[in-house]
C-alpha cells in the first residue's frame, strides 16, 4: 500500500487529493494547522480509520515540523505532496503593497516545502519509489509576463520552482524524484468560481502524472495534464 503525506489537506485540492488517494486505497497522512477544526477531514477519517491519519502541522514552524518527523518516525513515505500555500495578501502590487504578507507568503510558499522535503528525507529514503511533488502555478513561470500584480505569489512560486530545481539535484542519488507541478487554474477558493477546472479534475490528472513519474523526470515542471510547462 501506498503511503502518502499532503499538506494543507483540509481543503481545496489537498482535501481533494486525500479523498481520491484514499478511493484507491492509499494510505494517506493528511496535515493541517488546526485538525480540531477540519471537519471534511474528521468525517473521511470516521469512513476510512485505518487508511487516513491526521497531523497537525504549521509549515512554517520549526517546532511543528519537528513534532510530525517525531510522529513519523521510522515510517516510509513514497509520496509527499507539498500543497500547502497562501495567495499572497490583497495588497501586493505597485500601489500597495503589504511587505509582512509577501514575507510571509515566501515563508509558506517558497521556504516550507524546501523544509518540510529535507526535514522528511529519512522517511522518503525508505521508499522504493520516492516522489515529491510541490504545487507551483503557471504564474511563476519566467515566460509569462502578460499581466501584472500578484507579486507576491508570483515571485514565490518562482522561486519555489528554483529550490525544487536544486534538490531534484541533490536528491538524484537517493532515487528520490523532485517536481513542481502547476495544478491549474481550479475552482478553490483561491482559484475562484469561474476557474477552468474543478478540484475532481485536477486532483485526478496530478495524481495521473505522479504515478508515471520516474528518475528521469526528476526536476522538470510540469502541467497537471503530465505536460511540460516553461519555465
Not at 14 to 21: F, N, P, R, S
Not at 65 to 94: M, P
Not at 128 to 143: A, D, E, F, N, Y
Not at 167 to 180: G, H, Q, T
Amino acid at each position: 500500500m501506498e503511503t502518502v503525506l499532503i499538506t494543507g489537506a483540509n481543503r481545496g485540492i489537498g482535501l481533494e487529493l486525500t479523498k481520491q488517494y484514499l478511493e484507491r486505497e492509499s494510505r494517506v497522512l493528511a496535515s493541517c494547522r488546526t485538525p480540531e477544526t477540519a471537519q471534511a477531514l474528521l468525517d473521511l477519517k470516521q469512513i476510512h480509520s485505518e487508511a487516513l491519519q491526521i497531523h497537525p502541522l504549521e509549515v512554517t514552524n520549526e517546532h511543528s515540523v519537528n513534532s510530525l518527523v517525531g510522529a513519523l518516525r521510522n515510517e516510509a513515505i513514497d509520496v509527499l505532496i507539498n500543497n500547502a500555500g497562501v495567495s499572497g495578501g490583497k495588497h501586493q502590487d505597485i500601489r500597495e503593497m503589504d511587505y509582512s504578507w509577501w514575507a510571509n507568503t515566501l515563508a509558506v510558499n517558497t521556504i516550507a516545502p524546501f523544509r518540510i522535503t529535507v526535514a522528511l528525507l529519512d522517511n522518503l529514503r525508505r521508499s522504493r519509489k520516492p516522489r515529491v511533488i510541490t504545487l507551483s502555478s503557471q504564474l511563476g513561470s519566467m515566460l509569462r509576463a502578460t499581466s501584472s500584480g500578484y507579486y507576491a505569489y508570483r515571485s514565490s512560486k518562482s522561486a519555489v520552482n528554483k529550490v525544487m530545481q536544486g534538490l531534484a539535484v541533490d536528491l538524484r542519488s537517493d532515487n528520490i524524484v523532485v517536481c513542481p507541478v502547476h495544478p491549474g487554474w481550479v475552482q478553490t477558493e483561491m482559484g475562484g468560481s469561474n476557474a477552468d477546472l474543478s478540484v475532481g479534475q485536477s486532483a485526478s490528472g496530478l495524481i495521473q502524472l505522479i504515478d508515471r513519474l520516474e528518475l528521469s523526470d526528476s526536476g522538470r515542471f510540469f502541467k497537471w495534464n503530465g505536460e511540460d510547462h516553461p519555465w
